[in-house]
């Protein structure tokens, strides 16, 4: 089989929403898609009605194919300090006409903050390693895992835009989507991401070979890179400083920013000024925020939404649980 969903944007591209069709009759909740993190969780009926504002709320009462998962319960906390908690059930869940009948759909019955306050967001749908689940006592299986063997390819692919909707793949490469060849890098799957190595950068006509660690995560907005390429960036942007009020590197936002190149594999994928100069970082609109930040104190890089934006990303399984990750323009 093989599937096709759209991934849209909220305002600034800060993240991507998928529709997702849980239960019988299907009861469609939009998902940020994330390939940082291992749980498919949603707003339900079990939701405090105070932490719902807006969202769609998946109720397995009403569910003809829902069943209880005894004595499991979830957990989980995400960098930017965000959280949710609940118990497990079982359902039907479809991504772009692909679907599984046992899906573990973890109910939230406690959302953080920033979770109630973004009316669009339905519930994430995890696609990092099955290993960083979070329920208790026995771990379940991401949706990618649960229906990779009845894909014609153990793949999955991610086709981000800037400020317009793009598109996840499941189970095939669409030759359209992506210009020249496909660089494969092996993937460390040992702490549950889909972690790589990027082999170097450059900044106008400056190239570095520099190599580092970074995941491939389409749950984080930003591309948090080495200090190393921080500064190196923006020293070349008149006027850029690094405001610890508004929590990272920020500039003018007339200022005339250059683009950035990462180099993963054969291949070197562009990220434009455009899609670096984020968004408004103060009320007046003077200042801007980057959308490269430092990976200080992660222990590694995080190639979020900007970066992978510019990029069309080949999350592959392998074959004997040998993954890699396929990197292309477009
Ligand atoms: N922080 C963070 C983060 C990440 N690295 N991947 N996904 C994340 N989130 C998903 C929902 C909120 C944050």
Redesign the pocket.
Known sequence: TRGSAEAVPEKDDI?YLTPVKIGTPPQTLNL?F????SDLWVFSSETPSRQVNGQAQYDPTKSSTSSKVDGQTWSIS?????ASSGVVFKDNVDVGGVSFPAQAVEVAQKVSS??SSDEN?DG?LGLAFSKINTVKPNKQITFFDNIMSNLEKPVWTSDLKNDAPGTYNFGYIDEDAYTGEISYVPVDNSQGFWSFEASGYSIGNKSVPLKFQG?A????SLAMLPQEINTAYYSQIQGATMSYSLGGYVFPCDAKIPDFTYKVGDVSITIPASFINYAEADEEGKKCFGGIQPDTDIGFS?F?DVALKAAFVVFDAGTESSPRLGWANK
Do not use: A
Request: proline share 0%; no cysteine; glycine share 22%.
């Open positions: 993240q940020d994330d390939s940082g993190s995400y960098g930017d300090g965000s920033s979770f967001n994430l995941i995560d389409t749950g984080t995080i979020g």
